[in-house]
């Protein structure tokens, strides 16, 4: 018998799919929260115990948050992949859909080459409750430290504010793409490779991609968007080299476990990335950055005293 229940695929499943998005670590709380649940939420939801079926549950819980981005940012998709193609087919970049979609791909190479070599080692020495929880903490304190450096301004909107001559027709996610394409691209290589902290447990990819946007000089709403457009092939091409482990005898006993978490994530993915893209046309990263804090040094206080 399997030793994943149906409520425990879905439940991860959920907490996945918010956690991935949202900027506070869906590793560190998958790590986490059964932890500090116990019995055997504890047993079975333990990454770092041999022979665990757990990581290959989030392995696909991984690719159906990356389906959801997908369908949730399909126009933008198809306008990245024909702005790709016609820039090879030219042998130019020039218009926006063009340098986004080269954007998108220097900024993906700095953490593709890491998790290629370093997620296993990563995961298998660091992937228990402690060390989630002190990472958990730097997470807050990172995410503090980049509204309080921030150089973009405030992340909310002004009224009145400019538009350029000639932009009024324009779609605001079109327009978030003008301002995000005028990064350098070193400016992308670098917040692509902040994901690279992301393979520590308790640190945020969308949280350390949307900060060092931030940083970079981008308002929130478009550090957010592209973070979230960069999340989407990093996320799916990682789960994508571990499905066929899924087909093999790792897969036996939780496919249908896995189905049900699945559907979870996409849900619970596809309902949060709605919720941000909204939330940080006004808003910052420091409610996060307190949650995460708090969370992560009273997790460490529980699990050391306990």
């Not at 301002?179 to 992301?198: E, F, P, V």
């Not at 060092?212 to 308002?219: C, H, S, V």
Request: hydrophobic share 50%; net charge positive.
């Amino acid at each position: 018998m399997s030793v994943l229940t149906y409520p425990e695929a879905i439940g991860v499943g959920l907490l996945q799919g918010v956690t991935e998005l949202f900027p506070v670590s869906s590793l560190g709380h998958s790590i986490l929260v059964p932890a500090l649940l116990g019995g055997s939420w504890k047993r079975d939801l333990n990454v770092s115990a041999a022979d665990s079926p757990y990581l290959n549950v989030l392995i696909g819980l991984h690719l159906a948050t990356a389906l959801a981005l997908v369908v949730y940012f399909w126009r933008d998709w198809v306008r990245v992949i024909s702005g790709f193609v016609s820039s090879v087919r030219e042998r130019r970049i020039e218009t926006v859909d063009q340098k986004l979609a080269w954007l998108l791909i220097v900024a993906t190479i700095p953490v593709g080459i890491a998790g290629l070599a370093l997620d296993k080692v990563f995961r298998e020495s660091l992937g228990k409750p402690i060390p989630a929880a002190i990472f958990l903490t730097l997470n807050g304190l990172v995410l503090y430290v980049a509204e309080r450096l921030r150089r973009g301004g405030s992340g909310r909107r002004r009224a009145g504010e400019a538009v350029a001559p000639g932009d009024e027709e324009l779609h605001p996610d079109e327009l978030s793409d003008r301002r995000i394409t005028k990064l350098s691209w070193t400016h992308a290589l670098i917040i692509g490779g902040a994901q690279i902290l992301a393979l520590l447990p308790g640190i945020s990819r969308s949280g350390v991609t949307i900060s060092t946007g931030i940083f970079k000089g981008l308002r929130h709403e478009d550090s957010a968007r592209f973070a979230f457009l960069l999340a989407t092939p990093v996320i799916g091409a990682a789960a994508l080299l571990k499905v066929p482990s899924l087909m093999g005898h790792a897969g036996d006993g939780i496919r249908g476990q896995v189905l049900a978490g699945a559907v979870a994530a996409f849900v619970a993915g596809y309902i949060a990335v709605r919720f941000l893209t909204k939330y940080f046309e006004t808003r910052t990263l420091t409610p996060f950055a307190i949650y995460c804090t708090v969370a992560g040094l009273g997790s460490l206080a529980y699990l050391t005293l306990s």
